[in-house]
């Protein structure tokens, strides 16, 4: 089985820094990577995903991702960090055969400081 | 057009007692996944039904939980008797049976067990 971790399960930044939400995997294939974001109340929603395309991805919102297969890593950026940005981050990981089934990091709280 | 909706939002219920989600996919969605997520842990997969049919059940923890979807289209999954561990939130989430791995979550339920 999958295994995914997320480093940090809380991170704090100030409004315009940059945002790094670190996740990698544990498999030797690469499989399919995802991030999702969750609002308060809200649903789990799609910020970006890695298909085995471009291993830089663009997603909604200003953030990417960068696939390293060497590193087993997919961690998620964005430059200048908005106080609305302020949620909880799950990395997940699907495999490359079962796209049915999805594994979860353990989620980051992202916390932006005025 | 409508996401997927999970009723009710929050559940509290007695050691014992049986509780039952709902999941209401969006439409055309064949897919409909159950997820769990247990005191602030990793989501975790549950179960995948491919229209009425139960696909993938492998992380359904025990024979307390029964999933069903009637039809094809919404989907229950009923805790009896629930247990402490049993507490968490559960997710639904569904998707187009062309693009498995782009799966759209509803807000979840929130089930408490006192």
């Known amino acids: 089985a999958q295994s995914v971790t997320q480093l940090g399960s809380h991170v704090s930044v100030s409004e315009g820094a940059l945002v790094l939400l670190r996740c990698n995997y544990s498999?030797?294939?690469?499989?399919?990577l995802f991030w999702y974001v969750q609002y308060p109340n809200q649903g789990l929603q799609l910020l970006l995903k890695?298909?085995?395309?471009?291993?830089l991805v663009k997603g909604i919102n200003g953030f990417e991702a960068e696939f390293k297969k060497s590193e087993t890593s997919f961690h998620l950026t964005k430059p200048s960090a908005h106080m609305s940005d302020a949620a909880e981050y799950f990395c997940a990981v699907s495999e490359r055969y079962n796209f049915n089934k999805f594994y979860f990091g353990s989620g980051t709280k992202l916390n932006v400081k005025p | 057009e409508a996401g997927v909706t999970q009723f009710p939002s929050h559940s509290v219920i007695e050691k014992g007692q049986t509780v039952t989600l709902r999941c209401d996919p969006i439409s055309g969605h064949d897919n409909l996944y159950w997820y769990r997520r247990v005191m602030g842990k990793e989501i975790k997969f549950l179960l995948h039904?491919?229209?009425?049919?139960?696909?993938?059940e492998s992380g359904m923890p025990n024979n307390r939980f029964l999933a069903e979807r009637t039809g094809g289209t919404y989907s229950t999954l009923k805790v009896q008797p629930a247990e402490l561990e049993d507490s968490g939130v559960y997710f639904c989430?569904?998707?187009?049976?062309?693009?498995?791995?782009?799966?759209?979550f509803g807000p979840g339920t929130r089930l408490t067990v006192t």
């Open positions: 989430a569904s998707s187009q049976e062309s693009v498995p791995y782009e799966q759209y």
């Open positions: 890695y298909t085995s395309a471009a291993t």
């Open positions: 039904f491919v229209k009425e049919s139960k696909q993938d």
């Open positions: 498999s030797s294939v690469p499989p399919y």
